[in-house]
């Protein structure tokens, strides 16, 4: 297929674009830069041997996308592009309302007005809220407990309206849980700007030097050890998602909307990455126990068992292959791709 990605310089995206590239789909990317380099793109070339064409576009600018649609057309699009930082949605809801629901609005009106009707949507267990108890399901109803969280609530119930609206349209929301690790080359990982919020980006740059001591935000939790519990992905398994999602649609006898978990099913705490993160480094990294972080819940791990059946897909990797890929990326891309190498 001819997949459009939006944000595919990013580090799902990243990750995504090269998987579909390896299954013979033909792939081009729209991304703004804002939160990625074009070396991204140098580097999918190494993987993979193709040179995927990208193009630097603001994915709200409907008409910048109705003109790449109209030059080169597709069959489906994977729309990736977005602001994706809690703290910071809170301190800039307008900013996150508009960018990451006009990109939506944009997309889906350039791709109904170019007769493209398959998209899958990358949302996220954000949308669980504070529910009470996981293992966390597709029918459950979805919340927020910040304006990122809400931005993708609103998107989701944006598609299932559009969904009712044209049953030609076919669907995929992907509600991933907390993806981590990079690419087994090395070449392609998770390259935060700025202070990483993320435990994973974090750990790796304790693991590097670039911070001190990882600060463990509670241990007080009602959960085995009292630190948070979470479904960490590999990056990997969720590229993989994408594709079984695609090609799932693409096959479907219908339209319609359809929901899946990317996530493990299982949860691990922070202290068992930390000690992960420190057998991939070859030494113990340091951290301190300081209070929880506002806004954190104790525990969050995925139900699976609807893509397992309707996707054939499964997540295979554990924690310390995702702690041994990231180790690998960020040993060897010590300031990430814009920085001299190690
Ligand atoms: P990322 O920031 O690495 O990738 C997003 C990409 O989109 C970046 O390359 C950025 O430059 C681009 N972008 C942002 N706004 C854009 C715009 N208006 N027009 C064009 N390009 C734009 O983030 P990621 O971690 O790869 O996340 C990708 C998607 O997955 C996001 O929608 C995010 O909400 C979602 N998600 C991420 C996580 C996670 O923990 N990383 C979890 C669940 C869901
Ligand atoms: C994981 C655990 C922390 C950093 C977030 C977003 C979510 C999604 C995925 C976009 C928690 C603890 C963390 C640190 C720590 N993103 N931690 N010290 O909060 O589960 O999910 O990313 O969709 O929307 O909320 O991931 O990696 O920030 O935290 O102790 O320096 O690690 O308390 O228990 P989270 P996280």
Redesign the pocket.
């Known amino acids: 297929m001819r997949v459009l990605v939006?944000?595919g310089?990013?580090?799902?995206?990243s990750h995504t674009v090269v998987r579909l590239v390896e299954a013979g789909h033909e792939v081009q990317v729209?991304?703004?830069?804002?939160?990625?380099s074009p070396i991204v793109l140098d580097r999918i070339e190494e993987i993979t041997g193709v040179r995927v064409p990208l193009d630097v576009?603001?994915?709200?600018d409907r008409g910048a996308v109705t003109a790449i649609l109209a030059q080169h057309p597709v069959d489906a699009a994977i729309h990736?592009?977005?602001?994706?930082a809690v703290g910071e949605s809170v301190e800039q809801p307008l900013r996150y309302y508009r960018?990451n629901l006009d990109?939506t609005f944009s997309l889906v009106g350039a791709m109904a007005d170019a007769g493209v009707r398959t998209l899958v949507f990358?949302?996220?267990?954000?949308v669980y809220g504070a529910q009470a108890s996981p293992p966390f399901e597709e029918d459950l109803p979805t919340s927020a407990t910040n304006p990122y969280g809400w931005t993708?609530v609103m998107q989701e119930q944006v598609l299932r309206d559009v969904a009712a609206g044209d049953p030609r349209w076919r669907i995929a929301l992907l509600r991933?849980f907390?993806?981590v690790g990079a690419h087994p080359s090395g070449r392609i990982g998770e390259d935060p700007q700025g202070h990483p919020n993320?435990l994973v980006p974090y750990l790796a740059q304790v693991a590097v030097g670039r911070r001190e001591k990882l600060l463990v935000f509670g241990d007080d939790y009602d959960t085995p050890d009292g630190t948070g519990l979470r479904d960490y992905i590999h990056v990997e398994d969720l590229a993989a998602g994408h594709l079984a999602a695609l090609e799932t649609l693409a096959a479907a006898d219908a339209g319609g909307v359809r929901t899946w978990n990317l996530g493990t099913g299982s949860g691990t705490s922070v202290l068992e990455v930390l000690a992960a993160f420190s057998r991939a480094a070859g030494r113990e990294l340091p951290h301190e126990v300081v209070g929880r972080r506002a806004g954190d819940i104790a525990a969050s791990w995925a139900d699976p068992t609807r893509a397992h059946r309707e996707l054939g897909w499964r997540a295979e990797k554990g924690i310390d292959e995702m702690c041994a890929d990231t180790w690998r990326w960020q040993e060897t891309n010590p300031a990430g791709y814009d920085g001299p190498p190690a």
């Not at 310089?9 to 995206?13: L, M, R, T």
């Open positions: 939006t944000g310089a990013g580090y799902i995206g729209v991304d703004d830069l804002s939160n990625s576009v603001d994915v709200t990736l592009a977005g602001l994706k960018t990109a990358s949302s996220s267990a954000t993708k991933y907390n993806p993320n």
